[in-house]
């Protein structure tokens, strides 16, 4: 079973500033890494798949980078809606299971 | 607009049985394959269970497997979770969520999720 840990697991920055969040896995996932955002109250979204293509919607600010077991998301420039958590995720091809790292709370410094 | 709403949801006794619902809207049901993702209050998400778009796949987590059924209805455009023998560590926020799919070259993510609703299993 592949084990995806994020870290750290609270950043605290003030709007403007980057964001590096990371993901590691247990072994390698090639590029077959998700990334969404979830902010409170609200259901996650999709940010990111295949390790660097960003979903629908997503602004540009928003970049994911990575493949084999190291992976980073990057905010390149926090604005106040993107204090949240976010989380990592990978799919065997076989049997269909998802597996989520455990997140990192984006906080405002 | 493409939507996914969930109901079901309440409060059960250990040992008791809830099902979940999950209606989707604004898009060609049968064409997707989904699942239900929980979350524990005040911790991360966890992956419950996939079923394919003819319900020919399914899969579940270790936690729940031969506890839960997932199941679907493309006529009705809806997503199912019958869930057995309710266990506190139970209680989460069940999502339903479209699965845009993966292969050996790509792993799309889960695009479309619902508000979700609420599970609480206590005495």
């Known amino acids: 079973e592949i084990v995806l840990t994020q870290s750290p697991a609270t950043l605290s920055l003030s709007p403007g500033e980057r964001a590096t969040l990371s993901c590691r896995a247990s072994?390698?996932?090639?590029?077959?890494l998700v990334w969404y955002q979830q902010k409170p109250g609200q259901s996650p979204r999709l940010l990111i798949y295949?390790?660097?293509n960003r979903a629908t919607g997503i602004p540009a600010r928003f970049s994911g980078t990575g493949s084999g077991t190291d992976f980073t998301l990057t905010i390149s420039s926090l604005e106040p809606e993107d204090f949240a958590l976010y989380y990592c995720?990978?799919?065997?091809?076989?049997?269909?299971?998802?597996?989520f790292g455990g997140g990192t709370k984006v906080e405002i410094k | 607009e493409v939507q996914l709403v969930e109901s079901g949801g309440g409060l059960v006794q250990p040992g008791g049985s809830l099902r979940l619902s999950c209606e989707a809207s604004?898009?060609?049901?049968?064409?997707?394959?989904m699942n239900w993702v929980r979350q524990a209050p005040g911790k991360g998400l966890e992956w419950v269970s996939y079923?394919?778009?003819?319900?020919?796949?399914?899969f579940y987590a270790d936690s729940v497997r031969g506890r839960f059924i997932i199941s679907r209805d493309n006529a009705k455009n809806s997503l199912y979770l019958q869930m057995h023998s309710l266990r506190a560590e139970d209680t989460a926020v069940y999502y339903c969520?479209?699965?845009?799919?993966?292969?050996?070259?790509?792993?799309?993510?889960?695009?479309?999720w619902g508000q979700g609703t609420t599970v609480a299993v206590s005495s």
């Open positions: 072994q390698s996932v090639s590029s077959h």
């Open positions: 995720q990978h799919r065997t091809n076989w049997p269909p299971a998802l597996t």
């Open positions: 969520a479209r699965d845009e799919g993966w292969n050996n070259d790509h792993n799309y993510g889960l695009d479309v």
């Open positions: 079923i394919s778009s003819s319900s020919s796949t399914v």
């Open positions: 295949d390790a660097s």
């Open positions: 604004g898009f060609t049901f049968n064409y997707y394959s």
